[in-house]
């Protein structure tokens, strides 16, 4: 299993959303923070999809009223966050409060910043452990997280029993927190 990572010739900062291919670079590298705020705020996977698909689809529509000499990763949360403001009412769902939304906002910032000042994000921990795991757990992973296969259908793509599943995720779990937290503890501190 690959994961895919975003590949960026240039300087994010330097990148001008309004040309195509330089917001092509910026949505491969926001995708994955953007997808994690909707999903926190969705709790729901599909759902966090549809909505980071919208305002990627959004975004190119308005890119024209972006503020260059603004965030373009703030200005995306932004629109997610509208987008899902826009589902809440569709579908009459819980509400966060404004200290939860900041908080959120906050912590997917700090993300960000930390990747654009170089430093290793969670993600990359995540993506180096789970290039570690062995391949029958790296697959249940795949399949039930990155797939997003309920665990009947990860036992039949796998063809092992669902306990088997179950066994192997909570086993990658296990190994992905112990790893992901060694590698968070041995990144340099400012």
Not at 30 to 41: D, F, I, K, P, S
Not at 53 to 74: M, P, Y
Request: aromatic share 8%; net charge negative; glycine share 2%.
């Amino acid at each position: 299993m690959q994961l895919e990572k975003a590949i960026v010739d240039k300087d994010p900062s330097q990148l001008d959303p309004r040309n195509p291919e330089d917001f092509a670079e910026l949505v491969d590298l926001h995708h994955r923070e953007l997808l994690v705020y909707a999903r926190t705020l969705t709790r729901e996977v599909n759902t966090a999809r549809d909505i980071v698909q919208e305002s990627f689809i959004v975004a190119f529509q308005k890119i024209h009223t972006f503020d260059v000499t603004r965030d373009f990763a703030t200005w995306m949360r932004g629109i997610v966050r509208n987008k899902w403001r826009e589902w809440l009412r569709k579908n009459r769902r819980y509400e966060l409060t404004d200290d939860d939304l900041s908080e959120i906002d906050a912590d997917i910032a700090a993300w960000q910043g930390e990747r654009a000042a170089g430093s290793s994000t969670v993600f990359d921990a995540l993506e180096a452990c789970l290039e570690r795991l062995p391949q029958s757990l790296r697959d249940a992973v795949q399949a039930f997280y990155y797939d997003s296969l309920s665990g009947e259908e990860v036992s039949e793509s796998l063809g092992v029993a669902p306990a088997a599943v179950r066994k192997r995720l909570q086993r990658a779990r296990t190994l992905l927190k112990e790893c992901v937290d060694r590698k968070l503890e041995q990144e340099p501190r400012e």
